[in-house]
């Protein structure tokens, strides 16, 4: 159980906790079933979540962004676009293995 002025139980075995300020961790924290962020995430120096958005890289080039499909782009450049029942593969791809096809 935490004291702090901005924690409020809920229930008795249920608290919540306001951190408006933001919150620091060095080991690691446990946050049970769901973690819900508004508006910007940034997990260490490379993950960034915003908005629709997650960038790979602090540079902004490298990137995942999701309107009615999901994009995928390397170096600003998109290489995968992703919809329902439906993609395409951008720019050049070689394979390791042969490829089969279907509809």
């Not at 300020?21 to 993950?47: I, M, P």
Request: proline share 1%; charged share 15%; net charge neutral.
């Amino acid at each position: 159980a935490c004291s702090a002025s901005t924690v409020r139980a809920v229930s008795d075995t249920v608290n919540l906790a306001w951190l408006p300020e933001g919150l620091s961790v060095t080991d690691h924290v446990n946050l049970a079933s769901s973690l819900s962020v508004r508006g910007f995430a940034r997990l260490g120096s490379n993950l960034r979540m915003h908005g629709n958005r997650i960038d790979f890289k602090d540079d902004g080039t490298t990137y995942m962004q999701y309107d009615s499909t999901v994009k995928f782009y390397v170096g600003s450049t998109r290489s995968i676009s992703l919809g329902s029942g439906s993609g395409t593969l951008h720019g050049s791809w070689t394979s390791g293995k042969v490829v089969f096809t279907s509809d």
